[in-house]
């Protein structure tokens, strides 16, 4: 079977202490640097993250830009590619040995497919480590409501680090909207599905750093960081449904691919604002049915129970309350015995700590 060309886009801002990592996991991967070019977009840093990849040339070439965005750094990067395939790589996670070669495989293996995602490790500044795997390997395409919702539950196996696209499922989408600073992969991973099979494989292949600065993970509490988030997923639950209804999609399947991001960004906006009783009962039963399909009587009943002082509370309180609720270990080691959280019934999870 021939071999593909593959362009690997790392997009980075003020990485100094994880892009050196990045960059060396990519040429420690088994592909042949001859079938490969590493390029690097960086967009606007203002620490030593260009110093330290240029010590990488000629094997990594850096472009750099001026700072706006994931959006805008995928812009500038894509067009630069000559792979058949373009894998991408945030600068501050890193790939475990052999990602290129599975990646490239189940390509290889189908045409039809064009973008592969798989499992994920999050790494915690403690040395905490979570591993998530999907239980099956599921294919799927956004051509039907079915489909939709297989994806909406499973694009968390989609994110930047886990995402490898053919070269021309990505020039069939097109630019991303560059209001999207943070969830530009969000936009290119969703509509993947209208021009290709998207497949995601079990294994963990990326290892997904939680750390301070992370754009996507939101310290609890932060306010500003939480409205930037929501005005980001409103706008990316705009691009969506716009483009989706340009491309013909019947009206029911984008209800069913958008439907996740405006209730995630709803449940932002009342959890920093004072909304009604009645919008956090209708927002929080909405998005139960999206996450909880299978979720019985008795879970449906246990859900109503928790809704009862959203009944008599704004939605700041409610969600103030609930936070601190949940950081009570005496509440939690009571959840844990006697009414377990329900867990995605599609994921397998583990814990380990390194020594």
Known sequence: MPRSFVSVLIDTYNHERF?????????????????????????????????????????????????GGQASAFNAGIPECRGEIIAFLDGDDWWAPGKLQA????????????????????????????TELLREVPRFRLDSVEGARTFRLR???????????RSEVLRGI???????????DEYLFTLAGLYSDVLILRESLT???????????????????????????DALAKSLRKKLEELQLPGPVVSAVVESLET???????????GFPWETIRTEL????IMHENASTADWAFKGLTLIPACIMSSRLYYSLRQSLAQNNIYRKARQRWLPFQQPAHVDRYRTTRP
Do not use: C, W
């Open 19 to 67: 892009i050196e990592q990045a960059i060396v996991s990519v040429l420690e991967q088994d592909s042949p640097a001859a079938e490969r070019e590493i390029i690097v977009v960086d967009d606007g840093s203002t620490d030593r993250t260009p110093e330290i990849v240029k010590k990488f040339q000629p094997r990594v070439r850096l472009l750099r830009k001026e700072n």
């Open 174 to 184: 097109g630019a991303v909207p560059e209001r999207l600073r943070i969830e530009a």
């Open 207 to 233: 290892f997904y750093r939680v750390h301070e600065s992370n754009a996507f993970h939101i310290s609890r509490g932060n306010t500003l960081a939480i409205r930037k988030k929501h005005q980001v997923l």
């Open 286 to 289: 909405r998005n139960y049915r």
């Open 103 to 130: 990646v490239a495989d189940a390509l290889a293996s189908d045409m039809s497919i064009g973008l592969i995602g798989h499992g994920i490790t999050e790494v915690f500044p403690d040395g905490r480590q979570h």
């Open 155 to 165: 694009k968390s196996f989609l994110g930047t680090s886990r995402m490898t696209f």
């Open 264 to 274: 995630e960004a709803s449940l932002m906006r009342l959890s920093i604002n004072n």
